[in-house]
């Protein structure tokens, strides 16, 4: 499958993208923190999956503008289905990891009638309490300095979630995360003032959830599935990086879901 790319214009700037042909209802991809649409690009590769696939870079990543101050979760929300409303996709399945669950989730409650299944890898349904644990672990920058520290420092912290799976992984990743140093820190702390778990158990769409054993939601996994007893679970390999680590896994999930 060749992938393509492109930009689309919204009210705040741009928003950059890839997509590959396919038939029938488009499946739109929301990537986690601090990485870019390049995560989904083994599934897009993946011959296993017949649909449409676009992957949108979320504000202050990959290609897309860089936000000022410190945007709401929401706000982020708002600006992706912006692109994909001047996409003009019609309704499409969302498909999310890490934070791009939570993109789903909001736009499940915002936009109810365009989102018609969501497919979530590492959903994460936190208590507040929960929230405030994660916030020091993943909204500390990690940002330059003049001896490029931080670069090895990234490098480890990037090992320590499983990105060194497979080095091509871990060098795309490092080149992800550098790039968004400054985005991560506004995002992550936007995912943790968010309450993802009022809109995800008020979903009414058909839900899979998915997490390797190593991820670090894998612990709220089974959580996820008591609060929408009607949604798939499906066990995953690839720890943080389920996308291109187990990708054959990840595809073959999706297929039996949209059967």
């Known amino acids: 499958m ?7 214009d919204i009210s705040a700037g741009q928003i950059h993208y890839a997509w ?55 706000q982020y929300a708002a600006w992706l289905f912006e692109a994909v409303a001047a996409l003009d996709l019609g309704p499409f399945h969302a498909m999310g990891h890490h934070t791009g669950a939570g993109i789903c989730v909001e736009l499940s ?21 929960e929230r405030e644990e994660f916030r020091p672990h993943f909204s500390t920058p990690i940002s330059p300095n003049e001896d490029g520290a931080y670069l090895l420092t990234t490098w480890k912290y990037l090992r320590g979630l499983g990105a060194h799976g497979e080095l091509d992984v871990h060098h795309r990743e490092l080149l992800n995360h550098v790039r968004a140093h400054y985005s991560r820190f506004q995002t992550y702390s936007s995912v943790w003032d968010y309450d993802f778990t009022t809109p995800y158990k008020n979903a009414t769409c058909p839900i899979l959830v998915m997490a390797a054993q190593e991820d670090v939601l894998y612990p709220y996994l089974q959580r996820a599935k008591d609060l929408q007893p009607g949604a798939t679970l499906v066990e995953l390999t690839g720890a ?17 879901f949209l059967a």
Not at 3 to 8: A, L, Q, R, S, T
Not at 38 to 63: C, K, N, V
Not at 109 to 129: C, Q, W
Request: hydrophobic share 35%.
């Open 2 to 8: 060749t992938i393509k790319k492109g930009y689309v």
């Open 20 to 74: 590959r042909d396919g038939s029938g209802m488009p499946i739109v991809c929301f990537h986690q923190t601090a990485s870019s649409n390049t995560s989904y690009h083994r599934i897009m590769e993946h011959a296993g999956l017949s649909q449409p696939i676009y992957a949108l870079d979320t504000p202050g990543f990959g290609g897309s503008f860089d936000p000022e101050g410190m945007p709401t979760f929401a």
């Open 109 to 129: 409650a915002t936009h109810a009638d365009r989102v018609k299944s969501m497919i979530l890898v590492g959903p994460y349904p936190l208590s507040a309490e």
């Open 240 to 256: 943080n990086y389920e996308l291109e680590l187990d990708a054959d896994g990840v595809v073959q999930a999706i297929k039996n």
